[in-house]
């Protein structure tokens, strides 16, 4: 095959969650640019319809919108009804949707840790055991979650005063691993990225001018010294998607600009 082919995915179906904006847009537009026809879901209707519109409008790609809260199974369970009423298979699951919360450790509430926990993992678990059921009924498919940096380590209160959601993404990072293994025998390949810092919703504040020292802390521990964005994204989450990284599962890919390396 040659090189351009490995990249390539005219025709393909990709699902992602957390689509509408941020770091599942970015990979929306590049899954699409390489030629998939895409379904993008999210709580908000808005953000995905206008993201749907503009990548069906400069790719020439099917681009459906469905409204869908990950942490709810009558929601994913509608979501995939919709799509299979519009789609022959899903070739690509994207499990981007996530959730954080900032608190004080000592002082951070339980039924955020909860809300973060429902999403982060156990909305990944559960859209994933019901795609990957359809994927092993249509001889395989390839499955990418996203994590995180903050899923290999710790992080001080300035910066990321989060501490459940490191837990969540340390605990992707092995079902990543597990279900690679499990999910195998069926040519099921299952991958993650785990980005650094991005430029997206989630980490506009750090932007602000109130969070200037923590955005200098947070510039000192990379080694890039760049937040990233949409271009940083699309190859990483088209080479997981493609055959280009068809020996590849179980992996979990670092996409940070070198923060973990220091």
């Known amino acids: 095959m040659k090189i351009e082919d490995l990249f390539k995915l005219d025709g393909k179906i990709a699902l992602i969650t957390g689509g509408g904006r941020g770091i599942g847009k970015f990979i929306a537009t590049g899954l699409a640019e390489a030629g998939a026809n895409i379904i993008i879901t999210s709580r908000k209707m808005g953000n995905l319809e206008a993201t749907a ?91 990418i979650n996203i994590s995180s940096v903050m899923g290999f380590r710790g992080s001080d209160e300035l910066t990321h005063p989060a501490v459940a959601y490191n837990s969540s993404k340390a605990a992707i990072n092995l079902l990543t691993m597990n279900l690679a293994v499990k999910l195998a025998p069926y040519n099921i390949r299952v991958n993650a990225i785990a980005p650094g810092f991005f430029r997206t919703d989630m980490m506009a504040f750090i932007e602000k001018p109130e969070f200037k020292a923590a955005l200098d802390m947070t510039m000192d521990t990379i080694p890039l010294r760049k937040i990233g964005d949409i271009d940083d994204m699309k190859g990483v989450a088209v080479f997981l998607a493609s055959d280009a990284s068809s020996y590849m599962t179980g992996h979990i890919l670092i996409n940070d600009g070198g923060l973990l390396a220091k």
């Open 53 to 143: 519109k503009e990548i069906a409008d400069e790719f020439g790609v099917k681009a459906l919108p469905v409204q869908c809260d990950v942490s709810k199974e009558e929601d994913i369970d509608n979501l995939l009804k919709v799509v299979t009423e519009n789609f022959p298979r899903i070739d690509i699951l994207v499990n981007n949707a996530g959730a954080t919360w900032g608190a004080p450790t000592l002082k951070f509430p339980l039924e955020k840790w909860d809300q973060i926990f429902n999403v982060n993992v156990r909305g990944v678990w559960m859209l994933t055991q019901k795609v990957a059921k359809i994927m092993k009924e249509q001889g395989g498919g390839n499955i």
